[in-house]
């Protein structure tokens, strides 16, 4: 028997303990222990039936993400669990902990399911680029139906144990003990005289025709919009039909098919390269250097949109939360701000009045300094002014208690320029969310010159909590995100002065996969945000940079965007969807005019070209700068906090697929016509130069 499969009777019953900590993953050890032990059992005289379980928190939670990338070796987990299923002596899976993927697939292969009542299931390959290759989608469908089966592969969202018991994928909630519950369950089927009962060959999944049929259909026409672009998703539904009208022997094949057909495209590399960038952006120097300070309450200074979002992500996340504003009228606006988040849950059925009571008894508003004396983090998040923050720093740093971490929640500003203002320049750090806060992943923590280690530890340990996925980024201007926003901004705009319509720009990014274009989140924003930024920068702008008046033009008429009706596009009577402007057509035409600019056109390929070609050329200088770590962070803060569509991986990841060859060449095309914007990076000459990629710099880091 493998080392990570053991095997012992207890009475009549063969027991099969996975233990490959930490999460009993299906590792090689795995598979072959699984066969050895089910072939062992058939064969041994004093057994009468098999109990699969889990050794410490989980049964298997998945395939082993070591093997990733690499062969497959035999036993295959097709083949596994197929032997499993064709065990002649009843099997049973006692589940406890998250059984996703695999771990699910090798539950489904055994015959009777029992779990405790903390288990959650799941198929979360589609999170991968991939779909269930061992059975997933034909067993789970057979047993619960198209539309369970459905929801379960194509959302990659784990249920918890009274869900998959009331669709029949579990069979028994175990009262007390598991391995108990589940020996004891063994004997009564045992006595019963329960034969083996093969998954693939149920059928109460597949009663309801016209129920099943409408499922597909309607998942159809909903991942036409929700998986637009990707490739897995619209394939487990083939699978799923297919396990509606063919034998199981068919549907596993096609199965098979389908999910090797997912694992040759690009896609695959481009989810899975995600996957591993968010586990990996949390590892940074300072962490592992000093553990984080304590964080039992802390304090929001500000509440507004941004505000209001970060106070009930820490409220969610069970942290009391101080709000300070500068009078009863802001900070009852700032209560109120708060308390609409939760009312509109409470609207959409995620949350009730206790819920919302639950989470508000943890907020404590105040119009005094002194209330946040006992915090041990406070947030800043007052409007996006150098000078305004420094004097709320040099409050805070009479009124905060010694060790307490002071954070900035800034887009742009210097945050050393905010730490210095104070005596204790060591416990200030940046903290960029995202908005709205209560709800986008992404959290920039921003490290100036000379910070406490324990301090910047703090702030992965906040986000931790807060569910938000960090980055680490130094004190430069924009620091990831939006200095990297900016160039690809830069970029789209001087195409729409050169002749490309803002709308067709749009329309190129969205069919790349972004959600909507960058004139759309231009006007989302607020355009008099940037406005205000390009007028910031006014004075150290260099003289070879190009610059377009484009949207300065907008600004000075008083159209900002959806928040004033008009921007780049109009939006009637409040609507959230905007119409082409012919305003903009108009001053665009007329800059055109004045610049002696001869408009030629742009075909929808060439405008992604010129895209991605900025947006990486910027990303590269982001990393020779040390402002980033590693490329894979820049990936993450592109797909969480800028809505780069994660089948793609991160611009890094897409210009190692595109080729780092192939972009350079673009650039040096480009630098003919603006030899200042369009400069190559050093890093990126010098990684073609030595043919190595941003994932060798990945290794490294």
Not at 98 to 115: C, D, F, K
Not at 234 to 248: N, W
Request: proline residues 5%.
């Amino acid at each position: 028997m493998s080392n990570a499969v053991s095997y012992e009777l207890s009475g009549a019953i063969a027991v099969l303990t996975i233990d490959n900590p930490p999460v009993n993953a299906l590792g090689l050890a795995v598979r072959q222990g699984l066969v050895e032990g089910i072939e062992r059992a058939e064969t041994d005289s004093q057994a009468d039936a098999v109990l699969l379980i889990g050794a410490g928190r989980t049964f298997p939670a998945g395939a082993d993400i070591r093997e990733f990338g690499k062969p497959p070796v035999d036993p295959y987990l097709p083949e596994v669990v197929a032997r499993i299923e064709a065990c002649t002596k009843p099997v049973i899976a006692a589940m406890h902990g998250t059984a996703l993927g695999g771990g699910l697939e090798v539950g489904l292969s055994a015959h009777y399911r029992i779990a405790d009542k903390s288990t959650r299931i799941g198929l979360p390959e589609v999170n991968l680029g991939i779909l269930p290759g061992a059975g997933g989608t034909q067993r789970t469908t057979c047993i619960a139906g198209a539309k369970a089966t459905l929801d379960l592969a194509t959302s990659g969202k784990p249920i918890d144990a009274n869900a998959a018991h009331a669709l029949g994928i579990i069979d028994r909630i175990a009262d007390g003990d598991l391995k108990d519950a589940a020996l004891t369950y063994a004997h009564e089927l045992i006595t019963a005289g329960a034969a083996p009962r093969p998954s693939g060959k149920r059928d109460e999944g597949l009663a309801d025709e016209t129920a099943n049929r409408a499922a597909i259909d309607a998942t159809r026409a909903t991942l036409s919009k929700r998986a637009r672009g990707q490739f897995a998703p619209f394939r487990i539904v083939d699978c799923v039909e297919v396990a509606l009208e063919k034998p199981i022997s068919e549907g596993l094949a096609f199965e098979r098919e389908q999910f090797l057909a997912c694992m040759g495209t690009p896609q695959r590399q481009g989810m899975i390269h995600a996957f591993f960038a968010e586990r990996t952006c949390t590892k940074v120097p300072e962490a592992s250097r000093a553990q984080p300070r304590p964080l039992k309450q802390i304090a929001v200074i500000g509440g507004g949109t941004m505000g209001a979002g970060i106070t009930v992500a820490a409220l969610n996340a069970g942290l009391p939360v101080v709000m300070v504003e500068r009078d009863a009228e802001s900070i009852a606006r700032g209560q109120a701000n708060v308390e609409k988040v939760y009312d509109g849950m409470i609207k959409k059925g995620r949350m009730d009045d206790a819920g919302k009571a639950k989470h508000m008894a943890l907020y404590t508003p105040a119009t005094e300094y002194s209330a946040m004396s006992d915090c041990d983090l406070i947030i800043e998040a007052v409007f996006e002014n150098l000078e305004v923050k420094q004097d709320v720093f040099r409050q805070l740093d009479q009124i905060a208690k010694p060790g307490a971490v002071l954070a900035t929640n800034t887009s742009y500003l210097d945050v050393d320029a905010i730490a210095n203002v104070t005596s204790r320049p060591q416990d200030v750090i940046g903290l960029h969310f995202f908005s709205p806060a209560n709800i986008m992943k992404l959290l920039e923590i921003v490290v100036p010159s000379d910070p406490a280690d324990d301090a910047v530890a703090t702030g992965f340990a906040l986000a931790k909590l807060l569910k938000k996925t960090p980055v680490r980024a130094a004190n430069k201007d924009g620091f990831i995100g939006n200095r990297i926003y900016k160039a690809y901004g830069l970029c789209a705009t001087y195409m729409m002065e050169d002749g490309a319509s803002p709308y067709a720009i749009d329309k190129a990014i969205y069919d790349f996969g972004y959600p909507i274009g960058i004139f759309q989140v231009h006007d989302l924003a607020g355009m008099d945000i940037s406005w205000a930024n390009r007028k910031r920068l006014a004075a150290s702008r260099n003289s070879e940079e190009r610059y377009s008046a484009v949207q300065d033009k907008m600004c000075e008429a008083g159209h900002f965007g959806q928040k004033t009706g008009r921007g780049m596009y109009v939006y009637p009577e409040g609507a959230r969807k905007g119409e082409e402007n012919p305003d903009v057509l108009k001053i665009i035409s007329d800059e055109q005019a004045r610049l002696g600019i001869t408009p030629r056109d742009f075909t929808q390929d060439e405008i992604m070209r010129r895209y991605m070609a900025a947006m990486v050329n910027e990303g590269a200088k982001v990393l020779q700068e040390g402002v980033a770590l590693r490329p894979s962070d820049i990936d993450v803060v592109a797909l969480y906090g800028y809505g780069f569509p994660r089948y793609r991986g991160g611009p890094m990841k897409y210009a190692d697929m595109y080729g780092l060859e192939n972009l350079l060449a673009d650039l040096r095309e480009f630098e003919k016509e603006d030899a200042y914007f369009w400069k190559p990076a050093d890093l990126l000459v010098d990684l073609v130069a030595n043919g190595r990629s941003f994932e060798d710099l990945n290794k490294e880091s």
